[in-house]
């Protein structure tokens, strides 16, 4: 019995093994195929096959199911290796992104340029337009600045350097039809102020005309109706809001034309009760050619020793009876924390950057009450140099800069309204004192780490790693135009 029993077993255990081996092909399968997969390798890898792992068992019902699943098996799309993926990637890496940039003619920018002699009758403003429009290189012999990377730039000068930066977007493209956006390089602000003093109101508007003349005609306008359009004037918006044909009001009707309506159109300072304007912030002296130009700068603002509590620079507006910053002058000048650079008419010492850039990396908090506008360049100096900003008006700041500003304004800024100050009922430096030292370290922090959205970088070069102001308004640009397309189609659909 046992003879027989032992005997019978070994004839049996080949029969076992098919049977075990036939189970397991499809997990073997399952296995084989998620290997394949993970491995980037062809499914009809030339590998041995599971046809010859069991065919020394002679089960022909089981070869011919493996060859079936083998057949099935090439007939699958490979997959794509890393390397046609990263191709893949990097083919789409500008898709959604790319900008199209109108050749005008020149007389819609070059043109202008070379009247710059005449553009004031106090100043050359050519030496501004050097170097991109960045201006001549400051003199840092007091060391107020960095040796790389500072320049005497104009406030009003950023329709040349919003334009050279753009040169250097990363997706460009000649194909209108690829473009997220349409940039149209006109230089607006250069245009109006070399027509403020003395021109008729035809002489004033007849760029603006000519060139939404010459848009309306172009293909690349009819796509959209001009709404992927956008345009730059370095200039407030004020100095294009003319509402009437006289020759004696200030400016040029450029944001009334309707064409110009479609676009979205862009300004140091905008309108408050206008949609299709934005605010961008004013050049500084500051215009980093390498990402590290701005870390060192961050890093050295974050080792300033502040001793003055307050600052205030700026002069008086004796001829503007809503202006209150006598009081600000006032209120500093009796405050033994307050340091206050008082710019009278004609005084040579504000017109050295050195002067207040020096005093504003010494102070915890910078007064920025309105000007001739509601904004100011200085708020952005002042921010360059790790100083706290304290407005006094929402349009000096919080209802301009959406895109380059946090919405929490109060954590990197200070508000006292211009009411309080005119009534004598508020004081600043009390309103000051009362914020903990660790909350305006803190504020002082989120100012530095606002540097480089609010800094134009040398159009000569790139950073690498760092979005600058225009970045961060083409990307604003973009998603605003992605949003009238989906609008428009919406209607169109309707």
């Not at 002489?203 to 359009?229: Q, Y």
């Not at 070069?461 to 970045?471: C, F, G, Q």
Request: aromatic share 10%; net charge neutral; hydrophobic share 40%.
């Amino acid at each position: 019995m046992e003879r027989s029993a032992a005997h019978g077993g070994k004839r049996s255990l080949p029969r076992l093994l098919f049977l075990a081996a036939l189970s397991a092909t499809p997990w073997l399968l399952i296995v084989y195929l998620h290997l394949s997969v993970l491995n980037g390798a062809p499914a009809s890898s030339p590998q041995p096959s599971l046809v010859d792992a069991v065919a020394s068992d002679g089960g022909k019902d089981a070869q011919r199911f493996l060859l079936e699943q083998e057949e099935r098996l090439r007939k699958l799309p490979p997959s794509r290796d890393a390397t046609t993926a990263a191709a893949a990637a990097a083919e789409d890496v500008c898709e959604g992104r790319y900008v199209y940039i109108h050749d005008l003619p020149s007389r819609f920018n070059v043109d202008i340029l070379r009247n710059c002699r005449e553009w004031y009758r106090w100043i050359n403003m050519c030496v501004y337009l050097s170097n991109g429009g960045l201006g001549e290189p400051v003199d840092n012999a007091d060391g107020a600045f960095a040796d790389e990377g500072w320049y005497a730039t104009d406030h009003f000068g950023l329709d040349l350097i919003f334009h050279s930066r753009m040169k250097q977007y990363e997706c460009l493209t000649d194909d209108s039809s690829r473009a997220a956006a349409v940039f149209v390089p006109f230089y607006a602000g250069f245009d109006v102020v070399q027509h403020l003093w003395g021109s008729n109101a035809s002489v004033k508007d007849a760029a603006s005309l000519e060139l939404v003349n010459w848009l309306t005609g172009r293909p690349e306008w009819r796509t959209m109706g001009g709404r992927d359009h956008f345009v730059l004037s370095g200039r407030t918006a004020w100095d294009h809001q003319r509402q009437t044909d006289s020759d004696s009001e200030w400016g040029n009707k450029l944001l009334r034309l309707p064409a110009v309506q479609n676009m979205t159109v862009l300004f140091v300072e905008k309108t408050p009760w206008t949609e299709h304007d934005f605010a961008v912030p004013y050049p500084t002296y500051f215009h980093p050619a390498k990402d590290a130009e701005i870390f060192q700068w961050q890093q050295r603002m974050r080792g300033m020793k502040r001793e003055w509590l307050f600052t205030f620079a700026g002069g008086t507006r004796p001829g503007d009876p809503n202006s209150i910053r006598h009081h600000l002058v006032r209120q500093c000048g009796a405050s033994s924390l307050c340091k206050l650079i008082q710019c009278r008419k004609g005084e040579r010492k504000c017109l050295i950057p050195s002067t207040f850039m020096r005093v504003f990396q010494g102070t915890r908090f910078c007064l920025q009450p309105t000007g001739d506008t509601y904004t100011r360049r200085s708020a952005f100096d002042a921010i360059l140099a790790g100083c706290v900003p304290v407005f006094f008006h929402p349009a000096s700041a919080y209802t301009q800069y959406k895109w380059h500003l946090p919405d929490e304004h109060e954590t990197y800024s200070v508000f006292i309204a211009e009411e309080d100050i005119r009534s004598g009922n508020v004081s600043i430096e009390e309103t000051l004192r009362r914020i903990p030292p660790h909350v305006a370290e803190k504020m002082t922090e989120t100012v530095i780490n606002l540097i480089p959205r609010l800094v134009y970088a040398d159009p000569r070069s790139k950073l690498e790693t760092v979005k600058d102001a225009v970045d961060l308004t083409v990307d604003a640009v973009i998603d605003r135009v992605k949003k009238l397309r989906k609008e428009m189609h919406g209607v169109a659909a309707s």
